[in-house]
T-cell receptor
Framework: IAGITQAPTSQILAAGRRMTLRCTQD?????MYWYRQDLGLGLRLIHY???????GKGEVPDGYSVSRANTDDFPLTLASAVPSQTSVYFC??????????????FGPGTRLTVL | GQNIDQPTEMTATEGAIVQINCTYQ??????LFWYQQHAGEAPTFLSY??LDGLEEKGRFSSFLSRSKGYSYLLLKELQMKDSASYLC??????????WGAGTKLIIKP
């Protein structure tokens, strides 16, 4: 693995179903993030984690949960999917939560459709 | 509220120069980033500004004026592969990135 991987690449999900989007990075970055990207809107932060064992809520956390059991993995769970959660989901990581010019590196994204 | 404004779409000619503007109003300022995103792909980092002035990196340059809440990305010697969306993002007082909706740049031969 080099960088960040996400799985699945795409998914069609029935409303009400539970779904976990997986994210793994091999750069030993402390901070990780989940965003959703919708047409005409900027990336919106769902949840973040500044270091293993800690998580925080972003701009649009409702309906989503995360965990950070170790440095590498940061799964995003939709407990009961709704059509408004149809979006492209990006996982990202950075070397530090905010110091200096540490940019965020992005995974390839998961395209989720909730019917 | 926090707001990042960019033009929705711009068109330019191969070999020319284009300037993409970004204005922002955020709670605090801890740096401004530009990212490039090709259709169907992930955003990739282009530049970072935290002090006023111009940062040059090859064909791409980025300018920042903190007093005006303004930045621009300058792309020179445009190539067809530069057709993409360009995202402006500001790191706020909580050290979270606030993102603009992006500017879709169309390059014509």
């Amino acid at each position: 693995i080099a960088g960040i991987t996400q799985a699945p690449t795409s998914q069609i999900l029935a409303a009400g179903r539970r779904m976990t989007l997986r994210c793994t990075q091999d750069m030993r970055h402390n901070a990780m993030y989940w965003y959703r990207q919708d047409l005409g809107l900027g990336l919106r932060l769902i949840h973040y984690s500044n270091t293993a064992g800690t998580t925080g809520k972003g701009e649009v956390p409702d309906g989503y949960s995360v965990s950070r059991a170790n440095t590498d993995d940061f799964p995003l769970t939709l407990a009961s999917a709704v059509p408004s959660q149809t979006s492209v989901y990006f996982c990202a990581s950075s070397d530090d939560e905010g110091a200096g010019g540490n940019e965020q590196f992005f995974g390839p994204g998961t395209r989720l459709t909730v019917l | 509220g926090q707001n990042i404004d960019q033009p929705t779409e711009m068109t330019a000619t191969e070999g020319a120069i284009v300037q993409i503007n970004c204005t922002y109003q955020t709670s605090g300022f801890n740096g401004l980033f530009w990212y490039q995103q090709h259709a169907g792909e992930a955003p990739t980092f282009l530049s970072y500004n935290v002090l006023d002035g111009l940062e040059e990196k090859g064909r791409f340059s980025s300018f920042l004026s903190r007093s005006k809440g303004y930045s621009y990305l300058l792309l020179k010697e445009l190539q067809m592969k530069d057709s993409a969306s360009y995202l402006c993002a500001v790191r706020d007082s909580n050290y979270q990135l606030i993102w603009g909706a992006g500017t879709k740049l169309i390059i014509k031969p």
